[in-house]
Structure formats: structure tokens, C-alpha cells
């Protein structure tokens, strides 16, 4: 396997740090910003619980970045905190296309509904870089 390049190098350190603010993102729509008359256990799985697991992710990551010589398994373990991401944004995504739809209809604004939807994209797309970056480094070396 051939080393990364210095800019891919750095889109892997920063990757975590990234799932850390996009966590943040995730979980501020149900506290802040115009209100939907959604109740609050249908927010917390809907916004707290996908952004939760990507902090626990992007922490561990942190982690396990310090820890020099770890190899193969260090590299398995980034494909699957970016596939578990790519799941959370996933999650996010599939829950916010009925209120897309409603958007849609005109029964909710525009706005509050791009509000609530656009953390979901990009935890989906920083899943997707993630898990995209991370492919091959759990591959056994030859």
C-alpha cells in the first residue's frame, strides 16, 4: 500500500476534529433556530442520538490517532467509525425526507425545513469522505 499524500495526510487528521463540529451542527436544530411542531423524543433520534454517536466516533478516533503503531487496526477501525457516521447521516437524512415533503406541500416553511435537513447531508457526505478515505487502510499489507 503507498503512503497517503501530504494533503490526504491532512484530510485524515482533520477528519475527526470535522466529525466533531458536524456533531455539534447535528444536534443544535431542535434547541435552536425556527421551532416544528415535532415532539421532543422524535428530535432527540432524530438529531441528539445520531450526533452523540459521532462525537463518541470522532472522539475515539482522536484517540486512537495519538497512539502510534497501531497499523491495520487502527485503519479498520477508521472505515468503520466513518461507516458508522455515514449510518448516522444516513439516519438523519431518512427521517427529515417526509418534512422535505411537507416543505414541499407549503405545510411547513421552506426554511425551517432546510434548517432541520441540512446537518443530515453533511453528516451523510463527512460519513461518505470518511468511510471513502479509509477504504484500503483496512486491508491486510502485503
Do not use: C, K
Not at 8 to 17: H, I, V, W
Not at 39 to 49: N, S, T, W
Amino acid at each position: 500500500m503507498a503512503a497517503p499524500s501530504s494533503s490526504s495526510a491532512g484530510l485524515r487528521r482533520a477528519l475527526p476534529f470535522l466529525g466533531l463540529a458536524v456533531a455539534l451542527w447535528a444536534l443544535l436544530p431542535p434547541y435552536t433556530g425556527p421551532d416544528l411542531a415535532t415532539e421532543m423524543r422524535v428530535e432527540i433520534a432524530d438529531h441528539v442520538v445520531p450526533a452523540i454517536l459521532m462525537m463518541v466516533l470522532s472522539l475515539a478516533a482522536l484517540l486512537r490517532g495519538r497512539r502510534a503503531g497501531a497499523g491495520a487496526q487502527a485503519g479498520t477501525f477508521m472505515l468503520l467509525a466513518g461507516m458508522g457516521i455515514l449510518l448516522a447521516g444516513f439516519w438523519m437524512v431518512a427521517t427529515h425526507v417526509p418534512l422535505v415533503a411537507q416543505a414541499r406541500r407549503g405545510e411547513v416553511p421552506g426554511g425551517t425545513a432546510a434548517y432541520h435537513t441540512a446537518p443530515g447531508v453533511a453528516v451523510a457526505l463527512l460519513g461518505l469522505v470518511w468511510a471513502a478515505v479509509h477504504w484500503n487502510d483496512a486491508a491486510p499489507e502485503s
